[in-house]
């Protein structure tokens, strides 16, 4: 069965340069959610879509930005980077909530600031 | 604002040992909750998902139990093999759409 994919699995940046993620949710999902982890903790919500419009915002600072296409495919941006942004980001996609419907998460994108 | 606490943070238990790990929510407005397991440096695979008018889901060795009206739910598993070692973090799913995580149970299972 297919599942989220993401891109790239791990990417090397160096302070004040540019990072685009990629996520592709499974197939039918018309809601995706992005989570930060840093190393140790728990994963932290971003934002997330539902129809490719903005449904939700949590912790995602002024220099991130996101957006869900109309393939469903979203991209997290994150500009003006900084050393605390090294972490794992995850992308995550569901149907809209019911009481059944499973979040499935992708394996990430290993994001390191130099 | 929903809080998740997940406790012990870390448990070390001897192979073959019967072991519980303890989710607790403040909210008990959710469609679910979900428990998942992390590798280090990995994503999170889902294990179970228990639906708010469910009381207990049950997976090969796993059994995922709630109780939304004193917002809690464990996850047991039975005779742990060294395989099982990884983080185990629960989320739950409100009925506002946002999902809430644990801040995870460091599980070790000793050879």
């Known amino acids: 069965a297919a599942g989220v994919i993401q891109s790239p699995r791990h990417l090397i940046k160096e302070k004040r340069e540019t990072a685009t993620l990629k996520c592709y949710p499974i197939p039918r999902h018309d809601t995706v959610y992005w989570y930060q982890q840093g190393p140790g903790q728990d994963p932290q919500f971003l934002i997330s879509?539902?129809?490719?419009?903005?449904?939700d915002k949590g912790s995602i600072p002024d220099r991130f930005s996101a957006q869900q296409f109309s393939d469903y495919h979203s991209e997290l941006n994150m500009s003006s980077l900084e050393l605390g942004d090294s972490a794992l980001y995850f992308c995550?996609?569901?149907?809209?909530?019911?009481?059944?419907?499973?979040?499935?998460f992708g394996s990430g994108t290993q994001l390191s600031v130099l | 604002k929903q809080e998740v606490t997940q406790i012990p943070a870390a448990l070390s238990v001897p192979e073959g040992e019967n072991l519980v790990l303890n989710c607790s929510f403040t909210d008990s407005a959710i469609y679910n909750l979900q428990w998942f397991r992390q590798d280090p440096g990995k994503g999170l695979t889902s294990l179970l998902l228990?639906?708010?008018?469910?009381r207990e889901q049950t997976s090969g060795r796993l059994n995922a139990s709630l109780d939304k009206s004193s917002g809690r739910s464990t996850l047991y598993i039975a005779a742990s093999q060294p395989g099982d070692s990884a983080t185990y973090l629960c989320a739950v799913r409100g009925r506002d759409d946002k999902i809430i995580f644990g801040k995870g149970t460091r599980l070790h299972i000793l050879p």
């Open positions: 228990i639906q708010s008018s469910q």
């Open positions: 879509f539902y129809e490719k419009m903005q449904s």
């Open positions: 995550a996609s569901s149907r809209r909530a019911t009481t059944n419907e499973k979040l499935f």
